[in-house]
């Protein structure tokens, strides 16, 4: 289990530097966005069996929120991402609260609905939102904490490595959210409600709190996400965009973090390559889903261990063949 965590960083920061090499750097930075946006919904998906079709709203309202303070305020870039994350966190308690109480479709349709209300409200309220043009001047100050030398952040490839080191540290966290006692409580829920209620677990206390967490790092990617392109746009927090967030979890696999890291990352990239030759690219990607989800139902990261497990069966059949 070692290995495979250690191959998987060392696979991730070979990515991290290898991206803004074969992508323009604001697709790159994108794509390590959305990476910790997916790795935050696996915690949701993937530890606790609840599929959230709502991640878009805690990714948008952070967003809105962090860039609302970048756009209006001369606050050090530090404190509106982590406000941001706070805000969302705040938001993600008490949907989540309401949620973990039913299960199977009526909880994505309550996390849907509650999706559409935040979206309505980024739509409607334009004075601070920006409504349906979004929420221009998101700035990029070059102070990250106050009394900190400057850096200048307008400089595409400056701002992809802050971003890649917020997003590396955020992603650890998660590892070590995952590895706790309550990623055990989570999993341990979503194999058997019952059987870890009864043995003194308060299950809805621990997924609430998973949905504070993973809105809390929505929520900082969300603001990163208004700062990349100076706007948080309101299709930000449409409900498609919660849709595209699954999909990533679902194609990068759900038992491992390191898998919706793949999934993000391929999306991103069938995005780019699809919207060239469709308009309606959308309808390409959902032929993509329909075949991991009929061949390949955990994901690329399954696909990764039978490769790994024919290979290691490979060499043990060697050696046994040699010793013979």
């Known amino acids: 289990m070692l290995d495979n965590r250690l191959i998987g960083l060392v696979l991730a920061l070979a990515g991290v530097i290898v991206a803004p090499l074969l992508l323009p750097v604001a697709n790159a930075t994108e794509l390590l966005i959305f990476a910790l946006v997916a790795a935050s919904a696996n915690l949701l998906i993937g530890w606790s069996g609840l599929y959230s079709f709502g991640q878009a709203a805690l990714f948008g309202i952070g967003?809105?929120?962090?860039?609302?303070?970048?756009?209006?305020?001369?606050?050090a870039l530090l404190l509106p991402v982590v406000f941001g994350g706070l805000v969302a966190a705040v938001?993600?308690?008490?949907?989540?609260?309401?949620?973990?109480?039913?299960?199977?479709?009526?909880?994505?349709?309550?996390?849907?609905?509650?999706?559409?209300?935040?979206?309505?409200?980024?739509?409607?309220?334009?004075?601070?939102?920006?409504?349906?043009?979004?929420?221009?001047?998101?700035?990029?100050p070059g102070a990250l904490l106050p009394g900190l030398p400057e850096i200048?952040?307008?400089?595409?490839?400056?701002?992809?490595?802050?971003?890649?080191?917020?997003?590396?540290l955020c992603f650890l966290a998660l590892l070590r959210v995952v590895d706790s006692p309550l990623g055990q409580i989570l999993l341990a829920a979503k194999d058997n409600p019952r059987r870890a209620g009864s043995v003194g677990y308060d299950i809805h206390a621990a997924q609430t709190l998973a949905f504070a967490i993973s809105g809390f790092?929505?929520?900082?990617?969300?603001?990163?996400?208004?700062?990349?392109?100076?706007?948080?746009?309101?299709?930000a927090v449409h409900w498609l965009t919660s849709g595209y967030i699954v999909f990533m979890v679902l194609v990068g696999g759900t038992?491992?973090?390191?898998?919706?890291?793949?999934?993000?990352?391929?999306?991103?990239?069938?995005?780019?390559f699809f919207s060239t030759l469709w308009a309606r690219w959308p309808l390409l990607f959902g032929a993509v889903i329909i075949a991991v989800v009929m061949f390949l139902r955990g994901g690329?990261?399954?696909?990764?261990?039978?490769?790994r497990g024919f290979a290691a069966r490979r060499r043990a059949m060697r050696g046994e063949a040699g010793n013979a």
Request: proline letters at 2%; hydrophobic letters at 55%; charged letters at 10%.
């Open 63 to 75: 967003g809105y929120a962090g860039g609302y303070l970048l756009a209006n305020t001369d606050l």
């Open 91 to 140: 938001f993600a308690v008490a949907m989540g609260a309401m949620c973990v109480r039913r299960v199977g479709i009526y909880f994505i349709m309550l996390t849907f609905a509650f999706n559409q209300l935040v979206y309505y409200i980024a739509y409607s309220w334009r004075d601070v939102t920006g409504g349906e043009d979004g929420l221009f001047g998101i700035e990029r």
């Open 152 to 168: 200048d952040l307008n400089v595409p490839i400056n701002f992809y490595i802050l971003v890649a080191v917020i997003v590396g």
């Open 217 to 235: 790092f929505s929520g900082i990617a969300g603001v990163l996400y208004g700062m990349v392109y100076w706007i948080m746009p309101i299709d």
């Open 255 to 272: 038992s491992s973090m390191f898998g919706p890291l793949i999934g993000a990352t391929i999306f991103i990239l069938l995005q780019d």
């Open 300 to 307: 690329v990261i399954e696909l990764v261990s039978h490769v």
